[in-house]
């Protein structure tokens, strides 16, 4: 299965682990490819024997955090487990399935890492690429009256979302703060969003509306609350994870760190099942290096009109028989998402034009 990658600021595209800040030749990506292999065979078939390192027998485990070099690895019981990475494992990350070995109690070594679903990445502040959540299967968009919502933002979520097949969802939060006729106008707004099939949520944790309808859509699902600084995050999650706090103290006792980092990425189970990421680091999310093809599936309504203009280097904009903006005209197609579109195109084309 090819990994697929959520984009957030920039994202190269590279599947398999890799040697952090090294290029690896292929014999020696063939070789690693082997040994996980090897591993994740054992640790399926329970094998019971010792290495000569000492190590206990490997097992599978999920990457609740990861604080600096340390990964809070959850084991089969659900015990936390420190553990550091083989060197050759690249950068794991918050929802990553890996086999370990027990070096003591509650420590270990990561070995290998089970192919991915899916990554969400993004820059830190040098600028390097840092994952934030492996394996996810939905993204949950939240958005509120202030700050205002941004169309061309929640399409380049929508972008991103579609580039890597898993399912998405808006949440329209804090709607308590909002009169009727207000509420309607911005629910207008996002028509066209429902129209092309995502799903549109009103919710508000002050008086506890929508939390049931967004428990059962997160249900069974590994899923990342995103949006901007201010549109109720964190209180949704609260609300999600009555026992958060228990939780964060664990993971802090097995960091060894004392008290917990909001600065990472942190995996807890839903009550009803499923698996939710808070990662407050999460703010912005800016489309990295993808293709045409990518962008296109992000604007579904736009499909039967892609390739039917009288240019074939159209550009949507004021050239004669555009099919987009004959779209457009007819009502098939929202003039804000065809403008989106022309702009994330632009910024496309700008990104992968030869520099002379």
Known sequence: MKERRVFILDTPRKTGPALAGRRLTHRQKQHIERLQDRRRLRAVQGAETLEQTGLGPEQTGLVITHHGAVLIVED????????????????????DQVIW????????????VSERRSLLTRRDYRGQLRPVAANLDAVAVILAPSP??????????????????????????KVDLLDAPALAALCDRLMPYRQIGY????????????????RTWLCARTSILVGQ????????????????????????????????????????????????IDSPG????ELGEI????????????????????????????????????AVAQGAVHAQRLESYRQLRITLDTATKPKT
Do not use: W
């Open 76 to 95: 089969g019981e659900g015990g936390l487990n420190r553990c550091t990475v083989r060197q050759n494992l690249g950068r794991l990350t918050c929802g």
């Open 101 to 112: 070995q027990a070096s003591g109690m509650r420590e270990g070594v990561v070995v290998a």
């Open 148 to 173: 205002e919502p941004s169309e061309y933002l929640i399409d380049r979520y929508l972008v991103a979302i579609a580039a890597i097949g898993v399912q998405g969802l808006l949440v329209l939060n």
């Open 199 to 214: 799903p549109v949520l009103l919710a508000s944790s002050r008086i506890v509306q929508g939390l049931d309808e967004l």
């Open 229 to 276: 600084s201010g549109v109720g995050k964190s209180s949704l999650i609260k609300a999600l994870l009555p026992d958060r706090q228990i939780r964060i103290q664990a993971v802090s006792a097995a960091t060894g760190h004392g008290a917990h980092t909001t600065s990472a990425s942190t995996l807890y189970h839903l009550p009803n099942g499923g698996h939710l």
């Open 282 to 285: 999460v703010r912005s999310f």
């Open 291 to 326: 293709g045409l093809s990518e962008l296109d599936r992000g604007f579904p309504e736009l499909t039967a009109y892609l390739g039917r203009c009288r240019f074939s280097d159209c550009r949507h904009a004021v050239e004669p028989d555009c099919a987009l903006r004959d």
